[in-house]
């Protein structure tokens, strides 16, 4: 039995569409609750092994007392309960961790710092009035951002005092798969030499209900970044969308990440851009969001890392012009493997860019080849007997 230890996330009915099809009935799924009056929103999965709990509740406690009689426990995104677990684990435990990207540079300092390319862009600023505002404002810029945070009840980045804390705990990690292959030697680099890298994908295209008859793009509307999270950037990216765009829309998906910086998104979008402005607030079904990307023929990705692979595979198929920050490892892999992708540097010239039905016929065969159902079947039936064999 293997144990998946993870939270309320779009990915997760898609984990359990691929381990039931490759290890049935031999998989536990914790789904960590915010509190008790709480239900899954995003999971629709009806699985009999799934368990959702709060981290106090006795269900919790009765998964986390089993835990050396599963096979391997599998960490999708290292966030803190996890890291918990780890740390008071036996250390006969085989953790496998699902390695998104925030997390991995949530974990190294030189990482993190290198995400936003301007960080005023991100601050909620108050200046403070009169001779002593001046003070505080010059002396200590971050303090309205603290406090405002504080009293909406949102926590602060935990402050390691350890330097070593999060290099242990990853020590402690066996395997691990990330989005991008050469991912793994950013980890092998500054958190655990020895871990062994094993595939695996949150994505397939026919989960994205993408086939080879999908239709290509059709408008040259603009999409900026994936989520509300500050990596993406958006308000750096929205400066340089506004000096080239004529007419057309600009959409950015707000509806998750950071709410607070999606406000901020939203105001500074629509002080730029006005009612060309459609911000994306709530969740949608794949089916309507698709309709939306086909509109897309523009799609801006701002992020410094790896971030926003599922939008980006779509609006790939679909033929659209993929602009990449030159820093993300994703411009690099792709760039490497044959897909058409250009830099954030290039947006300027997106007219004069290869045609949609072009990009389309160039990059479909090579997605199709990393993501179809059968290859990411086939990479999952590998990672379950390895965890279960080792």
């Known amino acids: 039995m293997i144990l998946h230890l993870a939270e309320d996330e779009k990915f997760i009915d898609h984990v359990i569409d691929m381990f039931e099809e490759t290890n049935p009935d031999g998989n536990i799924y914790f789904i960590k609750l915010e509190d008790n009056n709480c239900s899954l929103r995003y999971i629709k999965s009806k699985h009999k092994n799934i368990i959702s709990d709060t981290i106090t509740g006795d269900k919790y406690t009765n998964v986390i007392q089993k835990l050396n009689t599963y096979e391997a426990v599998i960490l999708h995104f290292l966030s803190p309960y996890k890291q918990e677990i780890i740390k008071n684990a036996p250390k006969s435990i085989h953790f496998h961790w699902m390695c998104w990207g925030g997390d991995l540079y949530n974990c190294v300092p030189s990482l993190q710092k290198q995400l936003l390319i301007d960080k005023k862009d991100c601050q909620i600023k108050k200046n403070y009035k009169g001779i002593i505002g001046d003070i505080i404002n010059s002396a200590f810029p971050n303090l309205w951002n ?9 926590d602060q980045p935990k402050v390691i005092e350890h330097p070593n804390y999060y290099k242990e705990l990853a020590e402690r ?12 030697d950013l980890i092998k680099k500054y958190l655990n030499k020895n871990i062994v890298y094993k595939p695996f994908k949150y994505v397939t295209l026919e989960g994205a209900l993408l086939k080879s008859d999908s239709p290509i793009c059709n408008e040259n509307n603009f999409l900026v970044g994936n989520s509300a999270h500050k990596s993406s950037n958006h308000i750096n990216a929205f400066k340089k969308i506004y000096t080239i765009r004529n007419d057309e829309l600009v959409y950015a998906p707000l509806s998750y990440g950071d709410k607070i910086n999606a406000d901020k998104v939203t105001n500074a979008g629509i002080e730029m851009f006005g009612i060309g402005f459609r911000p994306i607030i709530d969740f949608m079904p794949m089916e309507e969001y698709t309709k939306i990307l086909l509109k897309c023929g523009n799609v801006v990705i701002n992020s410094n890392r790896q971030q926003a692979i599922g939008n980006i595979i779509i609006a790939l198929w679909y033929g659209a012009r993929v602009f990449l920050n030159k820093k993300n490892p994703t411009y690099h892999y792709f760039k490497s493997i044959g897909i058409k992708v250009y830099k954030v540097s290039k947006a300027g010239k997106y007219k004069n860019l290869m045609s949609f039905e072009e990009l389309a016929g160039r990059n479909r065969p090579i997605l199709k080849r990393l993501y179809s159902r059968e290859k990411v079947v086939k990479e999952t039936k590998e990672l379950v007997k390895y965890l279960c064999n080792k």
């Open 173 to 184: 990690i066996n395997t691990v798969s990330t989005v991008l292959p050469t991912e793994v």
């Open 146 to 154: 603290r406090y405002y945070l504080k009293s909406k009840g949102i």
